[in-house]
């Protein structure tokens, strides 16, 4: 299998094993090859080869024993550092799980944390940041937001040599320098919006009917939620139905009317969803739950980020959320106090970008998080502590 074949010496008879072999493969790839949600296990897929490599890419997104493959090396932990943790909005599931894990690095590491909450608002961000430089703290996160929209503040921390960390700030990971970070903690956008759209594609045996939803005014979103799409589209048997623009602040009030609305168009048609943060589908519920739907669906949801407690309930209790693509939420927050060391000792940021995961039912064990392992201990080695 691993030889190079030589051109223009293929016989008959290798053509033949050859013809046999490959449609053995695809014989195995259509029977019970989809165990997601809504599969059919005898009928063809909508699209063989898309559905047969996102079968392949799920199965080892869904693998939860993972090695610890982040640093075990760098500098001892320094002590009397201030960090101050602006947040986009703790209403945000994933910001507030990236401030928690802060908050226990900081406590291991002997430095002392302040939230400042931006309520969601870019007046509110605003001042969270200004009141944030104004403390001079040793280093500021960015929790959440576009830096670009506290451009002089961002300018001011720079100037007076404050370290700045992004959490999700800009759409890669690692150093910035325009916005100027230290560096941007996040997965690659591309591998989790890949991850979820691969999922749908596998679940659904590659027929499916998709509603997107998505935050138009954080760029990061947009960007994710277009990714998206670009690969449902790489399956000819996956429609998108439709693309809802919902900012996250209004999630909780304009949600459940477009679920109301999107039910009454696509009664039968909408099968699956995905959101580009699983906050979507916590305010989807009632009005699921109000239509008559039931909790394990159609439609199957999955969410593209963050992987908040909440949505672990859902999936684990089947209740309108199957899958999400999380973020380990606890462990970037180990992540941004290191990578803080790393600036305080002078030292270049680490470059670690955390594997994509997809949790299901299945895989969760009853988990209310992805919290994967080793990651506590390396930090707390590196550290000295």
Known sequence: MHRKATPGVLGPRSAATALLVAATVMAGCERGSSSGPGASASAPSGCPMAHARAQAAISRAERTDVPWNGPTSGPTGVGGKTIVYVAQTMTNPGVAGAADGVRQAARVIGWKVRVIDGGGTPA????????????????????????????QQVARANAARIPLIGWHAVASPGPSRRPKLFTNITTRVEDVAKASAQWVISSSHGRAGVVLFTDASIPFAKNKSELIRKELATCSGVKLLAYENIPIPDASSRTPREISSLLTRFPSQWTYSVAINDLYFADAAPAFRAAGRKGPGPP??????????????????????????????SLQGWQIVDEFNRAFSGR??????????????????????????????????????
Do not use: C
């Not at 199957?300 to 380990?328: L, M």
């Open 348 to 385: 270049p940021a680490s470059g670690y970008v955390a594997p994509v995961h997809v949790t299901t039912a299945d895989n969760s064990h009853g988990a209310t998080t992805w919290d994967p392992s080793g990651y506590q201990q390396a930090y707390r080695k590196i550290w000295g502590k």
């Open 124 to 151: 509110g961000i605003q001042a969270a940041m200004s009141e944030a430089v104004a403390l001079k703290p040793s280093g500021i996160v960015i929790g959440g937001f576009d830096p670009g929209s506290t451009s």
């Open 300 to 329: 199957f949801n999955i969410g593209a980020g963050d992987g908040d407690p909440s949505a672990f309930q859902r999936i684990n209790g089947k209740q309108y959320q199957a899958a999400t693509v999380p973020e380990p939420l």
